[in-house]
T-cell receptor
Framework: AQSVAQPEDQVNVAEGNPLTVKCTYS??????LFWYVQYPNRGLQFLLK??????LVKGSYGFEAEFNKSQTSFHLKKPSALVSDSALYFC?????????????FGDGTTLTVKP | GAGVSQSPSNKVTEKGKDVELRCDPI?????LYWYRQRLGQGLEFLIY????????KSGLPSDRFSAERTGESVSTLTIQRTQQEDSAVYLC?????????????FGQGTRLTVV
């Protein structure tokens, strides 16, 4: 079984400040973790993924995420937020024994960056 | 094409009518997935196709839902006798393979409203 939780429905930050969007997961095997972003009236866009290797993963648009096995977390971060980062962010997890299409997605976190 | 294409982008239908949603995956992508996204919620897996293998239909919510795919090309998701609870955005995604390392590429979705 696999599950993912995004504990915050909404995150508000000021432009230029660091941002964190939280994600925790539960899987029975090894976790494969993904972050997607959804802009209004658009499909999901892939940001980054953790499969194996370094715990700090760098992705698109300056985002990065840190895999923490002991805390079963994969928080999305960016050192300096932009107004254009405002969007809906989804964390997804897949058990190593599960096929790609059956990733479990969180309910999403709306990020609002204010000027 | 350059990306995953879905049509129509919006569909309003009367309760009890049948609807067909179309997905054109990225050329060469062998795997295709359908998800449902209800307002304010995460993605709900519906069905997955991989090449000529039997599709994984484990996410279809009822027998009113069905999907077809011809080879490695277009897929159609059919909802019969639509109900108001079927109102959602239906997202299609494709990927090269269903291996653990691959991310999915999403279309912009079809917003279905059942009135």
């Amino acid at each position: 079984a696999q599950s993912v939780a995004q504990p915050e429905d909404q995150v508000n930050v000021a432009e230029g400040n660091p941002l964190t969007v939280k994600c925790t997961y539960s899987v029975s095997g090894n976790p494969y973790l993904f972050w997607y972003v959804q802009y209004p009236n658009r499909g999901l866009q892939f940001l980054l993924k953790y499969i194996t290797g370094d715990n700090l993963v760098k992705g698109s648009y300056g985002f990065e995420a840190e895999f923490n096995k002991s805390q079963t977390s994969f928080h999305l971060k960016k050192p300096s937020a932009l107004v254009s980062d405002s969007a809906l962010y989804f964390c997804a997890v897949r058990d190593s024994n599960t096929n790609a299409g059956k990733s479990t997605f969180g309910d999403g976190t709306t990020l609002t960056v204010k000027p | 094409g350059a990306g995953v294409s879905q049509s129509p982008s919006n569909k309003v239908t009367e309760k009890g009518k049948d609807v067909e949603l179309r997905c054109d995956p990225i050329s060469g992508h062998t795997a295709l997935y359908w998800y449902r996204q209800r307002l304010g919620q995460g993605l709900e897996f519906l069905i997955y196709f991989q090449g000529n293998s039997a599709p994984d239909k484990s996410g279809l919510p009822s027998d009113r839902f069905s999907a077809e795919r011809t080879g490695e090309s277009v897929s159609t998701l059919t909802i019969q006798r639509t109900q108001q609870e079927d109102s959602a955005v239906y997202l299609c995604a494709s990927s090269l393979v269903t291996g653990w390392w691959t991310e999915a590429f999403f279309g912009q979705g079809t917003r279905l409203t059942v009135v």
